[in-house]
């Protein structure tokens, strides 16, 4: 596996596991051959004691920020070790004995181990940061609208047409042609006729007459947000620089 020179810093501390996905230990030293590639990682498993279990790295998968290997746990922590932090190459006798180990094709090229991110010489850098002002909104209740009924009493003035019976006297003469068989009596006699009249009258019902609702709607405004922020600022001290001259 062809890895960067940033991938292979990173691979220090990464927690490595085996095939099932169990976790052996973490990395403690990356190993690479003559042309510079990684190709084993010590682990630390934690089992006390100043050394470290050696793992092919060739064969690994990184997944993650962790390193699987394709062997499972009791094999890793039985392979041949190292001491903790050295900085001696690993011989012929030692490869071989790794090869056979994980039953890998022997190589002959000795192996020699990559500095740690704490022990590599790197330019002085630093990281400068800033403050950013998120604007965002907030939901928040501000008054409440109620629809409250109440009962009133008005006057109502109108007029209503009435009927009432009156009385007309009507007088026909009999004659020989409309006698018919009517016998003249002579005495007393009286008749009744009786006389209606309509008298408004008020009755009062309820009737529904108009629905109402309160509904609300969104209205956007801009409105200014002023906020204070931080940010760094880095100088460079850099002495000048001797002028030479031709």
Known sequence: MRLTEQQIRSLYGQDVQDRSGAKIGSVGQVWADA???PTWVSVRTGIPGRHQSMAPLHTA????GRVRMPYDRSTVRSAPAVESDTDLPLGVDQLTQLYRHYQLPARSAALRPEPSPQQ???APEMIRSEERLRVGTQREPVATARLRKRVVTENVHTTVPVQHDEVTVEREPITAANRGDIRPQLGEDERELVLHAEHP????ERVP???VRLTSHEVVKQRPVHGQVQREVIDA???EQPRHTD
């Open 120 to 122: 590599a010489t790197a």
């Open 35 to 37: 042309a510079g590639e």
């Open 61 to 64: 998968r990184l997944q993650e």
């Open 237 to 239: 001290d850099v002495p």
């Open 209 to 211: 007459v108009e629905r």
């Open 201 to 204: 009258v008020a009755v009062k």
